[in-house]
């Protein structure tokens, strides 16, 4: 079996999308985390991921969450996004309606 990195290929949109992430200010997103690391409770799904699909998914024109959820289910890269990690289409929906303003801007200024 091979390993979800050895799917998708080194030129790959993906892997251009989480390198440009990887090196905004993203803090913007992250304020609203109410997950804290000394307490218990459900680790919350990082932002940056959530960008990164959503973005890939503005630049292959889908704008479904649920149509989105099933991608990051079935299509290797954004399957690579997630690390494999499952995110459904209300966790996608919520994201997006949360943090709209910002992610039309970061949108906009990317695409």
């Known amino acids: 079996m091979r390993d979800l990195d ?15 992430l990887e090196k905004l200010d993203l803090s913007e997103f992250y ?11 459900r680790s919350t799904t990082d932002p940056r991921v959530l ?9 292959e024109s889908v704008s479904s969450s649920r149509k989105l ?6 299509h290797d890269a954004y399957r690579w996004l997630c690390g494999g990690v499952p995110i ?4 996608l929906s919520d994201f997006r309606t949360a943090h709209r303003q ?3 801007g970061l949108l ?3 695409v």
């Open 51 to 59: 960008l990164a699909v959503w973005l890939l998914a503005t630049v």
């Open 31 to 41: 304020g609203s985390i109410k997950a804290v690391l000394t307490r218990p409770g």
């Open 102 to 104: 910002a992610l039309d």
């Open 88 to 91: 459904n289409y209300h966790m």
């Open 6 to 20: 050895s799917l998708v290929s080194l030129d790959h949109p993906a892997r251009s999308i989480w390198g440009l």
């Open 69 to 74: 959820e099933r991608l990051c289910q079935e």
């Open 108 to 110: 906009t200024q990317i």
